[in-house]
């Protein structure tokens, strides 16, 4: 089994930034990606950035510029800098972990108002 804890949720102002956390734990032999998923009440989770064991990293056009997806493979955590946030990042973001399957973690709630 493996476990992912987020953490870094919160409420910002419009432009303002905030870094989200998921560290992962347990059986995480073969780790093939990490990254993050966001979901709005009503609409279909959607994935924002994306990292692989070998470095690559991908994201939604929404966030390009704006976000940056890491990762500290020693602790075996990832991170999501997210910069010059907007009312329409609001959402329950959701880390993931690619091993033979798919992992979620619980979820952390970002909201952008003023």
């Known amino acids: 089994q493996v476990q992912l804890v987020e953490s870094g949720g919160g409420l910002v102002q419009p432009g303002g930034s905030l870094r989200l956390s998921c560290a992962a734990s347990?059986?995480?032999?073969?780790?093939?990606?990490m990254g993050w998923h966001r979901q709005v009440p009503g609409k279909q989770r959607e994935l924002v950035a994306g990292?692989?064991?070998?470095?690559?990293?991908n994201y939604a056009d929404s966030v390009k510029g704006r976000f940056t997806i890491s990762r500290d493979s020693a602790k075996n955590t990832v991170y999501l800098q997210m910069n010059s946030l907007k009312p329409e990042d609001t959402a329950v973001y959701y880390c993931y972990a690619v091993l033979t399957k798919t992992y979620w973690g619980q979820g952390t709630q970002v909201t952008v108002s003023s």
């Open positions: 347990g059986s995480i032999f073969s780790m093939k990606a």
């Open positions: 990292i692989t064991s070998g470095g690559s990293t």
